[in-house]
């Protein structure tokens, strides 16, 4: 076992010392329910019987004597999304598997699953990091019934692997394993899409040859294979070990990732019937959320995990920051170059060596606890195998230990970067987050004018009509979790992207999203406090000097402190009226509620005194 980082050290302890109550009260409540034995046990008749009336022989027998483990399956199955359609036959596949495996499975119920690509600059996005929490209550509900000793969580994309760790994380006693669908086989070379989304927003590509490069990339059933945080996820879930070492990148449709299925319902019986694994509540904790950080980092992966880390660490108990990821990211080198941060896709670097190179290397480097506990079994090194399909079944080999493909991956000898592609940045504007791993090296330093929109609408019909030919910092406020839901702003991509290309030093400033699909414009994003919440970014004015600086880790308004400090709001914030339609008017109260980004944007960290939205609606207009 190679000693571990000091760094690396330092932040586990601190995080553990931190959250030493939390974390406490957490496993006295799992372990307290774990001793109590199957909920299904306990159950009087009528519940029971509920419970298997639709059920049909043998399984309702075995549900009536309790003599078999029966697993829930939640799933966020549906037919639109390329990434889930897969999960179609995965309750009927993974129900023979449990059979065999001497347990029975029901399926608890669904979540929903939207996608960011699809509502991407539509009012839906608005709901999305909301979704992440319903996702977590969904679950939550599946499992409530009392039926069950353990469960398969079935999802893939942005924020339903988070929700339904989260809402498993409340049934923390439970054995629980993530079956991952894949990614999609490769499509057009993401360069080459990029460069037709670049040349539309320029009127130099028509919208058809838009829509068949989008086609040519989006094209059959699995994850979009570029690196954004629906890949994020999976390799996520990989290093917390909670999939299958190996599981996370294997194509839909395949014999192997049909094995893999199949093993995941064996394997939850295993440990439901006792398996010498820790139940998932004592598997996400410190050692593996510090594990699950430095993946991210090293990988350059979805800034979307700066809250959705925070979100899952909260459920168990645990207190993650911003301020771990930065010093974190300070000693973990970047080891991959995927799309949007190189041209390779996640097929490109699972066929370079993928999981088991990635965790050896860094493994080897020191910079994962070796000594946490996996579905797999206890230690990490397990997942440095690579699953096999033999004319014996489905095995494990070890992995390659160096680099099939150096352009995409690479060991910790001889990394792309010294340090993280991701970075926080902190000023007198408060603290965000920057994807660096694009960013070219002589765009790590911006300083310009600000222009303020009141959303990327309002941006590209400048940028249309000619207006934005100049050195600039987009600053664009109310884009914030209390304010509309904290959408993703992708659609400002293509036309900073086509600025920065004719030599103008561009940046972007806002308190909203971009995600794992930010490119190689600078862009400092979930600023907190948001304005919504009284940020200073809500006080920003077009020609205020701004600096961002990923060398010095600051990003600074040049405006005196005591005329920011007497500045009124620019008055942009959304009004109840404007915040109606596609169901937003339904999630008013989450407006309310959810807390800010670097808590992990949640329903269910509760905003502190100093970042509670006003409740009157002169002071805060944009609340309902």
Not at 36 to 50: D, E, M, S
Not at 349 to 365: E, K
Not at 516 to 523: I, M, N, Q, R
């Amino acid at each position: 076992m190679s000693p571990v980082h000091p760094v690396v050290l330092a932040v586990t302890d601190r995080i553990s010392q931190r959250s030493h109550a939390d974390r406490a009260a957490y496993l006295q409540r799992i372990r307290a329910a774990h001793a109590r034995g199957p909920a299904r046990g306990r159950l009087a008749c009528a519940n029971l019987a509920h419970g298997f009336a639709a059920t049909e022989e043998p399984d309702r027998a075995a549900l009536r004597g309790l003599v078999k483990p029966n697993i829930a399956i939640v799933t966020s199955y549906n037919d639109m999304l390329s990434a889930h359609q897969p999960f179609e036959t995965y309750p009927r596949q993974l129900k023979r598997a449990v059979i065999k495996a001497g347990g029975i499975a029901q399926v608890a119920g669904g979540v929903p699953a939207m996608c960011d690509g699809i509502t991407q600059g539509r009012d839906g996005m608005q709901l999305s990091l909301f979704s992440r929490d319903v996702i977590a209550m969904s679950t939550a509900i599946a499992l409530s019934h009392d039926m069950f000793d353990g469960a398969l969580m079935l999802g893939v994309c942005d924020k339903i692997v988070p929700g339904l760790l989260i809402g498993a994380l409340s049934f923390g006693h439970l054995p629980t394993v993530f079956a991952p669908a894949g990614p999609m086989t490769s499509g057009i070379p993401n360069g080459e899409k990029a460069k037709v989304r670049q040349l539309y927003v320029e009127g130099k590509a028509t919208r058809e040859e838009l829509l068949n490069a989008e086609a040519a990339s989006y094209h059959g059933s699995g994850t979009c294979t570029f690196y954004g945080t629906a890949n994020s996820n999976q390799l996520l879930m990989e290093v917390l070990g909670l999939h299958l070492p190996g599981a996370s990148f294997v194509n839909p449709g395949t014999s192997l990732r049909e094995a893999l299925t199949d093993e995941a319902g064996k394997r939850v019986v295993e440990l439901s019937l006792g398996g010498h694994v820790a139940p998932i509540g004592e598997i996400v904790d410190e050692k593996a959320l510090v594990n699950a950080a430095v993946a991210l980092l090293a990988t350059g992966g979805s800034t979307n995990h700066t809250m959705h880390l925070v979100a899952i660490a909260a459920a168990a108990g645990i207190t993650l920051t911003w301020d771990d990821l930065s010093e974190l990211g300070a000693v973990v080198p970047l080891l991959t170059r995927m799309y949007p941060n190189g041209t390779a896709d996640v097929n490109h670097f699972h066929a370079a060596g993928g999981m088991a190179l990635l965790i050896h290397t860094l493994l080897d480097a020191g910079l994962l606890h070796e000594d946490v506990n996996t579905i797999a079994g206890p230690g990490l090194r397990r997942y440095t195998a690579e699953p096999r399909l033999t004319a014996q079944g489905l095995q494990w080999q070890e992995g390659p230990r160096n680099s099939l493909d150096r352009d995409v991956l690479r060991t910790h000898e001889d990394p792309f970067t010294p340090d993280a592609g991701l970075q926080i940045l902190r000023g007198n504007l408060g603290q965000s987050v920057v994807k660096t791993s694009a960013v070219p090296d002589d765009h790590r330093f911006i300083q310009a004018p600000a222009l303020v929109f009141t959303d990327q609408a309002e941006f590209l019909r400048a940028f249309a009509e000619g207006e934005l030919d100049r050195d600039l910092v987009a600053v664009v406020p109310y884009q914030g979790p209390a304010a509309t839901g904290m959408p993703e702003l992708h659609k400002l991509t293509p036309a900073l992207g086509v600025l920065q290309d004719r030599g103008h030093r561009v940046a972007l400033v806002t308190d909203g999203r971009m995600s794992g699909a930010s490119g190689k414009v600078p862009a400092a994003i979930h600023i907190t406090p948001e304005a919504a919440h009284g940020g200073p970014i809500g006080k920003v004015r077009d020609g205020d000097l701004v600096t961002l600086d990923t060398r010095t880790g600051t990003l600074t308004l040049h405006v005196d402190p005591e005329e920011l400090a007497g500045r009124p709001a620019n008055g942009f914030a959304p009004s109840p009226e404007e915040w109606t339609g596609t169901g937003r008017e339904l999630f008013a109260a989450f407006r309310n509620a959810v807390g800010p980004a670097d808590r992990g944007a949640s329903l269910f960290t509760r905003p502190t005194d100093s970042t509670r939205p006003a409740h009157s609606t002169a002071q805060e207009p944009h609340l309902v």
